[in-house]
């Protein structure tokens, strides 16, 4: 298989087409590149696997050159992938979270991802925080954010996580200052009250005012 780069039989793009609702060039696109990534121990092309692995992910370019990349690999594999594997189904499923489509109207994307958060708030925290077919363009990106933030994974964001985070970010940066800026910032989605973790509803209370869909949208997939 290593001499074609034509999707596989074994690929049903229509249920992939209904799933992600991207269109069928969009996804010829994504698996030229799923392709391209998936390479052997070798690293090389002819070692074709059928997945992508870390070592795979992080030869995307200027990859390397973000401090919470190895971050940004975990959250990845953790929602999307199984086993340490991402699959092309699973690929493809991440990458539509950053598609940019053909949206109604500002004001309807944004209503309906209030009402999809406000819905997950009957949830627990972990289970609010998963992806649903159900889920708005804006709050399917919000969610991502939020595990990206959400370094134990308990549903909630709190100022060791945001610690945790800016010292990937930062690098040099004492624990003093760390615990600073993290208290400042789970303020800005807290209202300053003291010791409170955040939910992902209060995030996305917070985030209403932020137009990030185009900021956050792949031009590969455009």
Not at 141 to 146: C, Q, R, S
Not at 196 to 211: A, W, Y
Request: charged share 30%; no cysteine; hydrophobic share 35%.
């Amino acid at each position: 298989m290593g001499a074609t780069t034509s999707i596989p039989n074994t690929i049903d793009v229509n249920e992939i087409i209904a799933n992600t609702g991207l269109s069928k060039k969009q996804i010829g696109s994504l698996w030229t590149r799923f392709y391209e990534l998936d390479r052997d121990a070798r690293g090389d092309t002819e070692g074709y696997k059928g997945y992508l692995d870390a070592d795979d992910l992080g030869r995307l370019r200027k990859f390397d050159e973000n401090p919470i990349a190895s971050r940004l690999i975990k959250v990845i594999f953790d929602d999307f992938g199984s086993n340490g594997k991402l699959t092309f189904s699973q690929f493809v499923h991440f990458m539509s979270t950053f598609a940019q489509r053909k949206r109604t109207g500002h004001h309807q994307e944004r209503h309906s991802s209030i009402q999809t958060i406000m819905a997950t708030t009957r949830k627990t925290d972990l289970e609010s925080i998963k992806y649903s077919p159900h889920d708005s363009e804006r709050t399917r990106k919000i969610k991502f954010i939020f595990s990206m933030y959400d370094v134990d994974r308990n549903g909630r964001l709190s100022k060791e996580d945001v610690q945790d985070i800016l010292k990937m970010m930062v690098g040099k940066i004492n624990d003093d200052e760390a615990s600073i800026i993290a208290e400042k910032i789970i303020g800005e989605f807290t209202e300053d009250q003291p010791n409170t973790t955040v939910t992902l509803e209060n995030f996305e209370k917070t985030l209403q005012t932020l137009d990030f869909n185009d900021k956050m949208s792949l031009k590969l997939l455009k």
